[in-house]
């Protein structure tokens, strides 16, 4: 292999796993948002078709479960959009990204996301998993093709996440 082939294919690498990367970072900022009349089209066109979403370890086992299948995994987010909202306020963060670019069709990642939650009725929670997501390159996109999150740790917060108090900021 020619010296700029290799150059190609460490460019085609590199920008697999950006693309991969921004895939899952356009999932969480729609689950940010995940609420009460919120179109599932967006989020849906994130997975393959043949797509899992699962829930792993005691907790989140019991809580998500297992879906197979895209409209599984709709089935489980549109609880989400009927009323009553469920979230005052989502906001997920990730960090400690690892992505492998398998191939030119296949790819995997794994990240620490740590979400603050307000929840519709005033309760507010941490928490954080792991996530280990299998990715499938179809039809030019990179795409969701296994989604597993495993808690690392959730804990109640006493007050909402935002505050309404104006910020503190140095007289004039």
């Not at 398998?102 to 620490?112: F, I, N």
């Not at 997501?133 to 935002?162: L, M, Y």
Request: glycine share 6%.
């Amino acid at each position: 292999m020619s010296e700029l082939e290799q150059l190609r294919q460490r460019v085609g690498v590199l920008e697999a796993a950006n693309e991969v990367s921004a895939c899952l970072h356009e999932y969480m900022q729609l689950c940010d948002y995940l609420n009460e009349g919120f179109d599932l089209d967006p989020l849906m066109a994130l997975f393959t078709e043949d797509a899992i979403w699962e829930g792993k370890g005691k907790r989140y086992a019991a809580t998500f479960g297992r879906r197979e299948g895209r409209e599984s995994i709709r089935a489980m987010f549109d609880k989400y959009t009927q009323p009553p909202a469920h979230f005052a306020l989502n906001v997920h963060f990730l960090t400690s990204e690892k992505v492998d670019v398998r191939s030119e069709t296949e790819a995997e990642g794994t990240w620490v996301l740590l979400q603050t939650a307000t929840f519709a009725d005033g309760r507010s929670q941490l928490s954080s998993a792991l996530l280990d997501v299998q990715f499938r390159r179809e039809g030019g996109r990179w795409k969701i093709a296994h989604f597993c999150t495993t808690s690392r740790f959730n804990r109640p917060v006493q007050t909402p996440w935002d505050n309404p108090q104006p910020l503190p900021v140095p007289e004039e």
